[in-house]
Each structure stands twice: as structure tokens, then as C-alpha cells.
């Protein structure tokens, strides 16, 4: 089926960006953001969001006055509370979480690591000898169980996962029960973006008698969290992708209140030990959250995330979150009118209660494609074996950059069909794109 644009459709779609973008009461936030009054389409912001423009004079800021005017006062000027002043303001902006069970510290990875062992430290029951994860976690997730398990003795009992969709609550309940200690799954499916219904699935942890550790990779800054009404035990999430952090940022921890206490995470570091400069003889923990430090704080990798949670404080999460269904209900009117017909696969829920914010489609030109459409400047996500991601980070994405994107998809494919390289204009609009008043060319 051909998948050339029909000018009337490709008209009626573009107002309508245009008409959702004048709209848009988060609009004024983009003019925020480090290139975006250019014509590249970034429709990667779940992997690596943009800078903020006050970024650029924060660093400046801090290299010249906390860093280069106060030098190693800053430690105890400000640097040693910034993991968990940082933590407390996303806990309140972003969250759902009360002060002191949120801190930066780590990767990802490591972070993860901490909580999952915490985590199984915390169960006394000899008989709960069995972690649940699913089968389409992201790898890190999976790998660092699967290494925890052989380090503990311990038996995994996977929940098989569709990729194009995510783990239910029922699936949680028929996986979990008197062996199980820990759950660890994420909110939202990397490759799906399926939104797993974390109150419920927290709740049936807890009937099984288990705990739960959430990933929040890819909500957190793009869905409403409410972990302490969740009554969630542990979470974990990187600040790059809709925080802004930049590329590495630290991720954050979040133990719930009720764990903290005697709670005793496995890398015992310097910074993590009750009188971090006393560098006495063995290892006392700091209390609270602040025991879930290890080395020095990246504080560095802390001052860009400052200015995202700034702005997410002034618009609402409740507010990001409806624009974030609006970009993904919008690209799912593009992927019907254009790749559809083109044999391109949905993979992501149509359900706006089901998923993120961001929408998988899939098509076995797609790992080709992407490098083509990256030197076009449309910049998607691949992800194997065939899916392209397209994410949209409410903030600093506009309704006609992500039409702008799709539309570059589309041209490939229909240059593909005709056995022609056709792409699309310098902005990837249907026959080019007026880049000086970004009027579609028919």
C-alpha cells in the first residue's frame, strides 16, 4: 500500500500541530531548552534530554564562584547536602515523596544494586528465597539480579513479558507467593513504553508478603509518581532522560520511611559513614537516607537536574503528564494516516492510562533508517531488533517538531517503496519545509 502523502491529510495534520501547539499551556517552557529554535526534530528526549540555556550559566557559575572562588570550602559551604537537598526536591516535584527517603548518589546501576541487596537484607523469612523480574526488563535490571541471585543463592522466577506491552498485576500475583522476597520491575517498559500500574502491582507485593523495588528510568518527569501513597519500598531512576541531568548524571534512591531504620545498604564508602571526615576505624552508617551514600557526590553531574526541577515545580507534574498524552495521542494520529500503511508495526499501548511517553513503531527498514534519518537532524531511538522510539519530553518537545519527525519517517519509507532515495526536505515536511515560517511546501 503506497505510502505517499496525501495533500489534504498532510494539511489537516500539520494544522493540527500547529493548532495543539498554540494551544499548549506548556508552549513557553521550550524556549528554555539549548536548541530548539532550530529545525531538528529530537524526538530522543527518554534517552538523553536537552540542556537547559540556564545550564550553560549555572556550570559558568559554579566553575568560577562555588568552585574556583570558594575551592574546597564548597564542601562545607554547600556540596555535602546537595544529594539530599537535590533528592528532597525531586522527591516533592516529581515523586510523591516526603523529605529524607530520596537522595542523588551513583549510577543507575549501582543504585539499583544497593537497593536490591538492602532490599533482600531486609527479609528475615529463611523461606523467601526467590526473586521476581520479567523477561523484558531493561538489561541492566535483568543482569544485576541475575548476578545477585549467584552471589546470594537465590532462584529467579521470571514473569514472561510481551514486549509490546508490560507486566500486569495479574501476571505479578500468579508469579509471586511464600517464596518470594523481592519483586523488581520497572514502571514503564523500555521498549513499549506500557505504563505498569505500580499502586496496584506495589499492593500485590505486599499481599504476597514480599517487597518491591521500582525502576523509574522512564517515568519519572514524564507520568505523575506517588510513591509514598504507593506505599513503594524502594526505587530507583537515572536524571538524564526527562531531567535534563546531562549525559551520566547521578541517579537517585528512594527508600520509604518505614525501611530506614536499621536498613543497611552493601557499599559501605566514605561518604555514606555517620562522620564521613572523621576517617575513623570502622563502619558506622549515617542515619537515614544519607547511609545510602558511597563515594564522593558527583556534584558536578547535580547542577543541570537543579534547573529541570525548577520548572517541573512551576508547571505541575499533573500538567506534563496531559501534554505527554497529547504528543503521544498526536503521534499515533501520524503513525495511522502515514506508516500504517506502510506495514509499520505498533508496539505501544493505544491506551493513554496504558503507556508513556513515548511510542514504539516497528519495521524492518527502521535499523537502517535511523542513521539516515539522524543526518537528516531527526533524531529517534533505535532499539533492536527492529524498533524505532519515539520520545517526547513534555517540556521541551513541540507538537510540530514531533510532526516534522514522523513525517521524515514516512518519506523514507514511501522513497523506499518507489525505489527512489526521495527524503524529505531540510525540516522533513512533505516537498521541503519554509524554514524561515515553517510552512509545510506542497
Known amino acids: 500500500m503506497s505510502v505517499s502523502a496525501n495533500t489534504e491529510t498532510t494539511d489537516i495534520l500539520w494544522q493540527r500541530a500547529l493548532d495543539l501547539d498554540a494551544a499548549d499551556p506548556l508552549a513557553g517552557y521550550r524556549d528554555h531548552f539549548v536548541g530548539t529554535d532550530t529545525d531538528l526534530s529530537y524526538l530522543d528526549g527518554n534517552s538523553l534530554g536537552r540542556p537547559l540555556k540556564r545550564t550553560v550559566t549555572d556550570i559558568g557559575s559554579f566553575i568560577q564562584d562555588s568552585w574556583g572562588g570558594r575551592l574546597i570550602r564548597g564542601w562545607d559551604e554547600e556540596w555535602l547536602e546537595l544529594p539530599q537537598k537535590i533528592g528532597d526536591q525531586l522527591g516533592r516535584a516529581v515523586l510523591g515523596a ?48 541475575e548476578g545477585i541471585a ?14 509490546a506491552s508490560g507486566v500486569t498485576v495479574e501476571q505479578v500475583r500468579d508469579a509471586t507467593g511464600p517464596a518470594t522476597a ?3 520491575l520497572s514502571q514503564i517498559a523500555y521498549r513499549s513504553g506500557f505504563l505498569a500500574d505500580l499502586p496496584a502491582i506495589t499492593a500485590a507485593v505486599h499481599d504476597a508478603g514480599a517487597l518491591v523495588v521500582w525502576d523509574l528510568c522512564h517515568s ?97 507534574m499533573a500538567s506534563l503528564r496531559g501534554k505527554s ?3 503521544t495521542a498526536y503521534a499515533l494520529e501520524l503513525y495511522d494516516a502515514w506508516l500504517a500503511p506502510a506495514g509499520v508495526q505498533l508496539s505501544t499501548p493505544r491506551d493513554a492510562e496504558l503507556r508513556g511517553s513515548h511510542v514504539t513503531i516497528d519495521h524492518p527498514a527502521f535499523r537502517e533508517m535511523t542513521a539516515t534519518l539522524w543526518d537528516q537532524d531527526v533524531i529517534p531511538d533505535f532499539r533492536a531488533p527492529q524498533g524505532i522510539r519515539i520520545g517526547l519530553s513534555p517540556l521541551s518537545t513541540s507538537f510540530a517538531e514531533l510532526y516534522r519527525g514522523v513525517e521524515a519517517i514516512r518519506a523514507l519509507l514511501a522513497g523506499q517503496e518507489s525505489g527512489s532515495a526521495s527524503p524529505a526536505g531540510p525540516a522533513g515536511a512533505p516537498g521541503g519545509f519554509d524554514k524561515t515560517t515553517d510552512v509545510p511546501l506542497n
Request: hydrophobic share 45%; net charge negative; charged share 20%.
Open 98 to 145: 516526603a523529605p529524607g527517603q530520596t537522595i542523588i548518589a551513583d549510577s543507575t546501576t549501582v543504585v539499583l544494586y544497593k537497593l536490591i541487596r538492602a532490599a533482600l537484607a531486609a527479609v528475615t523469612d529463611p523461606a523467601r528465597t526467590e526473586i521476581v523480574l520479567d523477561t523484558d526488563n531493561f538489561p541492566t535490571d535483568r543482569y544485576l539480579v
Open 325 to 327: 498524552r497529547l504528543l
Open 182 to 184: 523481592v519483586v523488581v
Open 150 to 163: 549467584r552471589e546470594e543463592g537465590l532462584t529467579l522466577r521470571w514473569i514472561d513479558a510481551d514486549p
Open 220 to 316: 519519572a518527569g514524564s507520568v505523575e509518581i506517588a510513591l509514598d501513597d504507593a506505599d513503594v519500598d524502594f526505587a530507583a531512576g537515572c536524571t538524564y532522560k526527562y531531567l535534563n541531568g546531562g549525559p551520566g548524571s547521578p541517579a537517585f534512591a528512594y527508600v520509604n520511611a518505614r525501611h530506614l531504620a536499621g536498613l543497611q545498604q552493601p557499599i559501605w564508602g566514605w561518604m555514606g559513614r555517620k562522620d564521613a571526615f572523621e576517617m575513623g576505624p570502622g563502619y558506622e552508617a549515617a542515619p537515614g537516607i544519607r547511609g545510602f551514600l558511597s563515594g564522593t557526590p558527583a556534584i558536578f553531574g547535580m547542577l543541570a537536574m537543579r534547573g529541570t526541577l525548577d520548572l517541573i515545580e512551576e508547571a505541575g
